[in-house]
T-cell receptor
């Protein structure tokens, strides 16, 4: 049971490039999330999904896209990278609210846009 | 939306000391969790505690939902307790969307 797995661990992008951050979980969790953490700050929600085929915006969705074709995978797409997207990105998952389930995080992807 | 405030922002302790971290939130919540971010950046869930009290070893947490605050107690602190402690809450959305506080940075000195 690997939990939540994110790839890559590190990435450097040039302004205007695109990339996909991968996230997969093997706990059969319905709910999945993408957060970003800027230096010295808390986490901000980018997008979330309550099940395959269902996604919705969080607090800071601009510049990002997501898809959820399977229960296990929840990739995050950056189409035109900007310096403001330099951050650490965390994927997380949990069971629906009634299950009293804690949120499980991946180890993060550190992205630098120059 | 819900506001989450954590205090103190920074805390320095000698090994063996006890501490209390506080989390205030601005509206009723149905989900509150505490996390520890270690110096390597990993986020570890400590407690799922929308109300009541829980204990896990040297750590315990209490949430008083009616008064809109939660406390995290660390007893007999160790250097491995160093890192950032986050409180996160969800209002009534039932989608598991957590709003995070800014965190309390704890440094435990040997």
């Amino acid at each position: 049971n690997a939990g939540v797995t994110q790839t890559p661990k590190f990435r450097i992008l040039k302004i205007g490039q695109s990339m996909t951050l991968q996230c997969t979980q093997d706990m059969n969790h319905n709910y999945m999330y993408w957060y970003r953490q800027d230096p010295g700050m808390g986490l901000k929600l980018i997008y979330y999904s309550v099940g395959a085929g269902i996604t919705d915006k969080g607090e800071v969705p601009n510049g990002y896209n997501v898809s959820r074709s399977t229960t296990e995978d929840f990739p995050l797409r950056l189409e035109l990278a900007a310096p403001s997207q330099t951050s650490v990105y965390f994927c997380a998952s949990t069971l629906p609210q009634g299950a009293n389930s804690p949120l499980h995080f991946g180890n993060g992807t550190r992205l630098t846009v120059t | 939306g819900i506001q989450v405030e954590q205090s103190p922002p920074d805390l320095i302790l000698q090994e063996g000391a006890n501490s209390t971290l506080r989390c205030n939130f601005s509206d009723s919540v149905n989900n509150l969790q505490w996390f520890h971010q270690n110096p390597w950046g990993q986020l570890i869930n400590l407690f799922y505690i929308p109300s009541g009290t829980k204990q896990n070893g040297r750590l315990s947490a209490t949430t008083v939902a009616t008064e809109r605050y939660s406390l995290l107690y660390i007893s007999s602190s160790q250097t491995t307790d160093s890192g950032v402690y986050f409180c996160a809450v969800e209002g009534s959305s039932n989608t598991g969307k957590l709003i995070f506080g800014q965190g309390t940075t704890l440094q435990v000195k040997p």
